[in-house]
């Protein structure tokens, strides 16, 4: 009986020691871009050729969307169709991708 509490103390001992460590060696490897936000990549990928890395570069006149006050619904609805020179992203990407970018834009904003 003894020998057997022994026993479980000493795998507790081991998962209470071993987890944190482990999850530590974790973090180091996961690359840079993977703690990005959702819809970071997509908008890099997609979007900042014309809307900068912060969302104020406005070439061709695609405005400022740091300054954007488009709901996230309008913004999905601009994403997804396209608006005069913008062209829609439907075809091009996912409904969950355009959602993401769409709430990811959110972040660009300027306080
Ligand atoms: C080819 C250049 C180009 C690319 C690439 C582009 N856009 Fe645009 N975007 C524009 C232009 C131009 C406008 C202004 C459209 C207009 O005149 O109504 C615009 C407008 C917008 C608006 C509306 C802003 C507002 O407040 O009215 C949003 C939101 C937007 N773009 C998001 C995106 C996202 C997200 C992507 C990537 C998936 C993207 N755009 C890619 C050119 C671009």
């Known amino acids: 009986m003894r020998l057997i509490i022994i026993l479980l103390m000493a795998i507790l001992f081991v998962f209470s020691c071993g987890e944190p460590g482990k999850k530590e060696t974790k973090k180091a490897i996961v690359p840079k871009a993977a703690q990005k936000p959702e819809g970071y990549a997509t908008y890099k990928q997609h979007c900042a050729l014309c809307h900068g890395m912060k969302g104020d570069l406005g070439v061709n006149g ?5 300054a954007s006050t488009l709901t996230l619904e309008e913004r999905i609805e601009v994403i ?19 959602a993401s970018v769409a709430k990811y834009l959110q972040t660009l904003k300027k306080e």
């Open 62 to 66: 695609s405005g400022d969307l740091t």
């Open 80 to 98: 997804t169709n396209g608006r005069n020179t913008m062209m829609p992203y439907k075809t091009i990407l996912k409904r969950e991708e355009i």
